[in-house]
């Protein structure tokens, strides 16, 4: 792995409660050592211009499924970080559901009844560990 640290890009919006809530587990987590060594966070709202150019880069979320995160690892060679993949695309799993990202490692908020719209600790830490993984 790079010296840089993977980021965790988080689309929200402001006034937004459960944008508020992934914000606050994502700060807990990423207070515990093993996981601020690899992981910072970077915040955009997509209410505000540079927030919505981010989104719109970032090609994968559905709009109407905010608040949601991905997951970037620095490329050394083009000097920028780009998604990192998912290595099952589209394949839903026991702790996420259809909450994640179809190509990319990351969560979207999935408003069906299944998913009552929240976004749990496990569902992170479930995507932080495969990137983990993937990148050990």
């Not at 069906?112 to 560990?129: N, Q």
Request: glycine share 6%; with cysteine.
């Amino acid at each position: 792995m790079s010296d840089k640290k993977m980021k965790i890009v988080v689309f929200g919006k402001t006034g937004c409660a459960k944008c508020k809530v992934l914000q606050t587990r994502l700060d807990e987590l990423l207070e515990r050592p093993e996981w601020r060594e690899l992981y910072e966070k970077e915040y955009c709202d997509v209410e505000t211009e540079d927030g919505v150019v981010a989104f719109c880069k970032s090609e994968c979320v559905n709009p109407q499924r905010i608040p949601a995160f991905l997951v970037m690892r620095w490329n050394a060679e083009d000097q920028s970080y780009e998604p990192v993949e998912n290595p099952k695309p589209g394949q839903a799993d026991p702790v996420c559901h259809q909450s994640r990202l179809y190509q990319f490692m990351g969560i979207q908020t999935d408003y069906s009844d299944a998913g009552k719209g929240l976004i749990t600790k496990p569902m992170i830490e479930s995507v932080l560990s495969e990137v983990r993984d993937l990148s050990a």
